[in-house]
């Protein structure tokens, strides 16, 4: 599948496609899960902390949409992270909200973050890619790098998901393979998402 990420992993060094009024951002030569740059994230104070690709990605309600990535801590005690994906309307307003199931990165090694699939609501014109960092601190600090952003329900940074699971569906006249995540609800909790999968 096609990422829909202008510049995922950033090699191109595009200071225009990811931004963050909570972190400050720098782009790392060396030691990149994929190619030779990452991201490194630093929090700038205490709470949740997103990074968003810019701009948003042009979506219309009922798509399938999957996110993914990597991450791996560098400074502070290592929090959970998520991906998300955040659905607005054509004015730029919020009309959804998916989070995914946090992963906590381990200082010195890239850890995938559990990746999510969603389907855009009523309303969407747009979704936008976020990665966060849950309840951080200030000076907590991150690496990120291959990103991922998907119509479909798979991303390529996590081909085998922790959260995924195959199901056969009878369907009265044959099995139906059906992809199942639990994704985390915005009000807390969680919930499954199920949907058919590509043969």
Request: proline letters at 11%.
């Amino acid at each position: 599948m096609d990422n829909l990420l202008a510049d995922p992993s950033f090699e191109a060094g595009d200071r225009g496609a990811w931004g963050s009024t909570q972190a400050d951002l720098d782009w790392i030569e060396g030691d990149a899960h994929t190619g030779t740059t990452h991201l490194r994230v630093r929090s700038t104070g205490a709470g949740n902390r997103n990074v968003q690709a810019l701009p948003p990605v042009p979506c219309l309600p009922g798509a399938v949409v999957s996110a993914g990535g990597w991450a791996r801590w560098v400074a502070g005690t290592p929090r959970p992270m998520t991906v998300m994906c955040q659905f607005l309307n054509a004015s730029g307003g919020q009309v959804g909200n998916v989070i995914g199931q946090p992963v906590t990165p381990a200082p010195g090694g890239w850890s995938p973050f559990v990746s999510l699939a969603a389907v855009a609501p009523t309303g969407t014109a747009a979704v936008r890619y976020q990665a966060r960092i849950n309840s951080a601190a200030a000076g907590d600090t991150v690496d990120l790098d291959t990103m991922a952003l998907a119509f479909g329900d798979t991303v390529d940074p996590d081909p085998d998901p922790p959260a995924r699971t195959l199901y056969e569906l009878w369907t009265g006249t044959r099995l139906l393979p059906v992809v199942a995540w639990h994704v985390v609800l915005p009000g807390g909790g969680t919930a499954p998402l199920r949907m058919p999968a590509p043969r």
